[in-house]
């Protein structure tokens, strides 16, 4: 075997230099014992923690901001049957009545999404009414003309 193709063995590391402090024993911490705040109570069995710990409360949501949603879900949802379309015009003015009332006094009510939802949705609505006239007058036509 020639000098290079020997294996070679790995040198020893040096020792630590005297500045660094050797590990602490087994069970201490260098910074001291952790800090010891005042104990904390559970919350009550069957009590969640509060979703906003901080800010001022929500405000309540409008009372007929579900209603305006309501009436444009049925509105758009029951398109084949007589009633839905036609709740389409009340959602649609309903929504918009609360949409108002929330935009006027800022911070009294929430549930401007569902009443905005509820005004599109009677939007909708009314637009398949109309398009549902329209074919009722068109089909009259036709079979008055006798074709």
């Given amino acids: ?5 020997q294996p070679r063995t790995p040198r020893p590391l040096p020792p630590y230099p ?10 201490t911490s260098p910074y001291g014992p952790p800090p010891q705040g005042p104990p904390v109570a559970p919350y009550p069995p ?6 906003r710990p901080w800010g001022p409360p929500e ?16 509105s758009v ?16 003015w309903l929504g918009h ?17 569902a009443a905005e939802a509820g005004r599109t949705l009677g939007i909708i609505g009314t637009v398949l009414l109309a398009l549902g006239g329209l074919f009722v007058v068109l089909v009259a036509g036709v079979a008055a003309t006798g074709y």
């Fill in 46 to 51: 069957g009590r969640a923690a509060p979703a």
């Fill in 97 to 113: 009545q609360v949409v108002t009332e929330i935009d006027r006094s800022p911070g009294r009510y929430s549930g401007r999404s």
């Fill in 18 to 27: 005297s500045s660094v402090a050797p590990a602490p024993a087994s069970g």
């Fill in 59 to 74: 405000p309540p949501k409008h009372p007929s901001a579900g209603t305006a949603l309501t009436l444009g879900i049925l």
């Fill in 1 to 5: 075997m020639t000098e290079s193709e």
């Fill in 77 to 92: 949802a029951g398109v084949f049957c007589f009633i839905g379309p036609v709740l389409g015009p009340v959602a649609w």
